[in-house]
C-alpha cells in the first residue's frame, strides 16, 4: 500500500523540501532507516563480523576493476600476425601498453584470491556461531549460491587470458561433466560449444564472466542481505537479540548499524586494503598462488605443460577430486554398508524401512563399484560444495554458538580447518603416492564432518546460554 | 474470497494460456540452446591430415594436430616392443576390450597399430583430457610409478601409459588413449583421420 501523500510546510528547507518529494515518490528514508539507521545490530559482533562487507567491497573492486579490463581485452583465440593467440596478446597489452593497465589487471586478478579469502572467512565464521540455524536457513542457502556462482565467475574467468593454465585448466574441468553417464559427453560438447576447448569456448567464457554470472551473483548479493535484514543478524553468542527488547520496542542488546557498524566497518575496510595494496603492489602473483607462471605462456592444445594445478581456492576440492580411485570405492562402498548396518539394526525403521535400506544399499554398492571411479570423483567433488547447503539441517546441536558447546567441539572444528589447509596443499601440488593417502583421508574426514554431524553435535556437556550477549565496553 | 466466485470458464482460460505462453517460452529456448552447440564450421573442421614419417627415426616421436587434438606417431625400437609383452599383466585393459573408445580393428592387437614399431594415438589421456608426457627411459625415476618400463606419463593425476597407450591398473584414467582411424598411403605418408573402412 502506497503511503499517502506527505504535506511539509512550505518554509521548510529547501533540502527537506526535496526529501519530502522523493519519499512521496521513492521510499529513500524508509530504505535509510530499515537498513542503516534503524537496523539493530547485536553489539557484541566480533573480529570476524568484518568479512561480510569486505566481500561487497571485494565485489566492488572486482566489478569496477571488471569493467575497465574489458575496455581493452578481447576475447579472441585466433592467432596474430606474430603467431600469438589474440586474447594473450591483449592481456600482455594492457600489462605492458595500457597506462596503468598492469595495476587494474593485478587489482582484479588479486581481487579475485581476495574474495575467495574472505568469503571463507565469512563462512567460517557462520560455521562457527550457527549463523546458518533457524531462521538463517535461506540467508545460508542463498550465500550457498553466492559461493557456486563464484566460483563459476572464478573458472570462466581463469580461461580470459588464454594461457596455458588457463587452456588445461579449462579443458580438464570441462572434461569432468564428461564423466557424468549417458549425458556426459554432449554436455561437455554444449559447454565447449566445440570438440575441443578453443575460440567458441572462450567467447562464451567471456560472456559468462562479464555479464551473466555477475548478474546471477548480484541477484543473490541482493537475496542474501534482504533475508539478512529481515531476521536480523547473529552473533558470537548465538543469541537472539530480538527476544529482549526495551519499551520503544529496540533489542536491548541491539545499536544501529549506522552510525556504530559502518564506522566500525570502515576501520576493517582500512586494514584490508592496506593488506589488499601490499599484494597488488608487492606480491601480485602471490608467490604462485594467485596467478601461475605457466600462463604466461600462450595457450598450447598440442602440449599439456608438466605441471597443472588449480587456483588455490579450489584446490581443496581437487583433491577430493583426485582422492577416488578404484581402491577408494571400496571403502566408500564401506561406508555405505555402515550406514546401512545402523539403518536396519539402530534406526526405529519398520520392516519396509529396513528393506527399503538394504535395497537402497545393494544399489549403491552395484553402482559405486559399476561405475567408474573417475565419475564418483567428480560426484564427491560436487558433493564436498553442494553439502554446505544441508549445514542447517544436519546440525542437531541445541545451542547456536560455538562457545556454548562442549569443549572438544572447538578441536573438531580446528582439525576441520587444518584437513582443509592440507586438502588445500595437496591440490596444488603434482600426484603422488603420498598425496593421495592425504587426499583420501582429508575426504573422508571433510565428508564425514557434515554426514555425522547429525549425530556429533548432539554428544557432549553443553554450557549454560545466557540471556543477554557477553560485552565488555571498552 | 470465497469459492464461489471463482469463474471457472475464466480459469480455463487462465490456464490455457499458461500453457501455451510456457509452450512458446519452451520453443523460444531452442534456438538459444542450439546456438551454443558446436557451430557449422567446427563440425566441418574434422578433416583428416597427412603426415610425412620419412624422417622420423627410432625411438622419437612426433606430434601433428588432428581435430585440434594431439596425435602421436611413435617409432618404437626392438626394446620398446619387447616391453609391451612384459607389461601386460600390470595393465588395466591389455586386449583393449573396453568400449568407450573404441580401438579400431586393424589396431586391436599389442603394438595397438598397424605397424608393430609405428604407434599412431591420440595424446589425450581418457581421465581429464590433459596430454601425458613421454618418458621412454625405464627404470625407477622420481615421480614415476616404481619399475617403470618406460611409456606415457599424464601431468595433472598420475595416469600411466605403456607404449602402447594402454593404461595401467588402478590409475585414474579408465581406458587406454584414442587410436584414431589411420592408414598408410605410402612408406612415408601416414593418413589421419581416414581408414579403408571407411
Known amino acids: ?474 | 474470497m470465497s469459492e464461489a466466485t471463482v469463474d471457472n470458464g475464466r480459469r480455463v482460460w487462465l490456464i490455457s494460456t499458461c500453457a501455451m505462453g510456457g509452450v512458446g517460452a519452451a520453443a523460444v529456448a531452442v534456438p538459444f540452446v542450439s546456438s551454443i552447440q558446436p557451430s557449422a564450421r567446427a563440425r566441418a573442421a574434422g578433416a583428416s591430415v597427412e603426415v610425412d614419417i620419412s624422417r622420423l627415426q627410432p625411438g622419437e616421436k612426433m606430434v601433428v594436430e588432428w581435430r585440434g587434438r594431439p596425435v602421436w606417431v611413435l617409432y618404437r625400437t626392438p626394446e620398446m616392443i619387447a616391453s609391451l609383452e612384459k607389461v601386460e599383466p600390470r595393465l588395466a585393459d591389455p586386449q583393449s576390450e573396453r568400449r568407450v573408445f573404441p580401438t579400431p580393428e586393424y589396431a586391436l592387437n599389442r603394438y595397438r597399430s598397424i605397424k608393430p614399431e609405428l604407434l599412431v594415438a591420440v595424446g589425450v589421456c581418457t581421465h581429464f583430457g590433459c596430454s601425458p608426457t613421454s618418458r621412454f627411459t625405464p627404470g625407477d625415476q622420481p615421480g614415476l610409478p616404481s619399475d617403470w618400463p618406460g611409456g606415457f606419463f599424464c601431468p595433472c593425476h598420475g595416469s600411466a601409459f605403456d607404449l602402447s597407450g594402454r593404461v595401467f591398473a588402478n590409475m585414474p584414467a579408465p581406458d587406454n588413449l584414442e587410436i584414431p582411424p589411420h592408414q598408410y598411403l605410402s612408406d612415408t605418408l601416414l593418413l589421419v583421420g581416414e581408414d579403408q573402412q571407411a
Open chain 1, 1 to 474: 500500500m502506497a503511503a499517502e501523500y506527505k504535506e511539509i510546510s512550505p518554509n521548510a528547507p529547501a533540502g527537506e523540501q526535496l526529501l519530502n518529494w522523493i519519499d512521496n515518490r521513492f521510499p529513500l528514508s524508509k530504505l535509510y532507516k530499515e537498513h542503516l539507521s534503524e537496523y539493530y545490530a547485536p553489539k557484541n559482533l566480533n573480529f570476524w563480523y568484518f568479512f561480510g562487507s569486505l566481500a561487497l567491497l571485494v565485489l566492488v573492486i572486482q566489478i569496477v576493476s571488471g569493467i575497465f579490463l574489458v575496455m581493452h581485452y578481447k576475447p579472441d583465440a585466433t592467432l596474430n600476425a606474430a603467431g600469438v593467440p589474440v586474447a594473450f596478446a591483449s592481456v600482455e597489452y594492457i600489462m605492458r601498453e595500457v597506462e596503468w593497465g598492469w595495476l587494474i589487471r593485478y587489482i582484479h586478478s588479486t581481487g579475485a584470491s581476495f574474495f575467495f579469502i574472505v568469503v571463507y572467512m565469512h563462512m567460517f565464521r557462520g560455521l562457527i556461531y550457527g549463523s546458518y540455524r533457524r531462521p538463517r536457513e535461506l540467508i545460508w542457502l542463498f550465500g550457498c549460491g553466492i559461493l557456486l556462482v563464484m566460483m563459476a565467475i572464478a573458472f570462466t574467468g581463469y580461461l580470459l587470458p588464454w594461457g596455458q593454465m588457463s587452456f588445461w585448466g579449462a579443458a580438464v574441468i570441462v572434461n569432468l561433466f564428461a564423466a557424468i553417464p549417458i549425458i556426459g559427453p554432449d554436455l561437455a560438447l554444449l559447454i565447449r560449444g566445440d570438440f575441443v576447448v578453443g575460440d567458441a569456448t572462450l567467447n562464451r567464457f567471456f560472456s559468462l564472466h562479464v555479464i551473466a554470472l555477475p548478474l546471477v551473483l548480484l541477484g543473490l548479493v541482493v537475496a542474501h542481505i534482504i533475508a539478512l535484514h529481515e531476521v536480523g543478524s547473529n552473533n558470537p553468542d548465538g543469541i537472539e537479540i530480538k527476544k529482549l527488547k526495551d519499551a520503544s520496542g529496540k533489542p536491548l542488546d541491539g545499536i544501529p548499524f549506522h552510525p556504530y557498524y559502518s564506522v566500525h566497518d570502515l576501520m576493517g575496510v582500512g586494514v584490508f586494503l592496506m593488506i589488499f595494496a601490499a599484494v597488488v603492489f608487492f606480491a601480485p602473483s602471490g608467490g604462485g598462488f594467485f596467478l601461475k607462471y605457466t600462463n604466461l605462456i600462450p595457450a598450447d592444445p598440442l602440449v599439456t605443460p608438466a605441471h597443472i594445478a588449480p587456483v588455490w581456492y579450489f584446490a581443496a576440492y581437487y583433491s577430493m577430486l583426485r582422492a577416488v580411485t578404484t581402491e577408494f570405492m571400496y571403502v566408500l562402498t564401506a561406508a555405505v554398508w555402515f550406514a546401512a548396518f545402523h539403518g536396519i539394526f539402530r534406526a526405529g525403521f519398520g520392516s519396509t524401512g529396513k528393506a527399503l535400506v538394504l535395497g537402497g544399499a545393494v544399489v549403491g554398492t552395484l553402482m559405486l563399484l559399476g561405475l567408474d571411479a573417475m565419475f564418483w570423483g567428480v560426484v564427491i567433488m560436487g558433493a564436498a560444495v553442494v553439502i554446505l547447503c544441508f549445514l542447517p539441517w544436519l546440525d542437531r546441536s541445541p545451542v547456536a554458538s560455538i562457545r556454548y558447546r562442549p569443549t572438544w567441539n572447538k578441536y573438531l572444528y580446528g582439525a576441520f580447518v587444518i584437513n582443509f589447509f592440507i586438502l588445500t596443499y595437496f591440490g596444488v601440488l603434482p600426484p603422488s603416492a603420498i598425496s593421495t593417502r592425504f587426499s583420501q583421508f582429508g575426504t573422508l574426514f571433510y565428508l564425514g564432518f557434515f554426514l555425522l554431524m547429525p549425530w556429533w553435535s548432539r554428544w557432549g556437556d553443553f554450557k549454560p546460554v545466557p540471556s543477554r550477549v557477553s560485552f565488555t565496553p571498552h
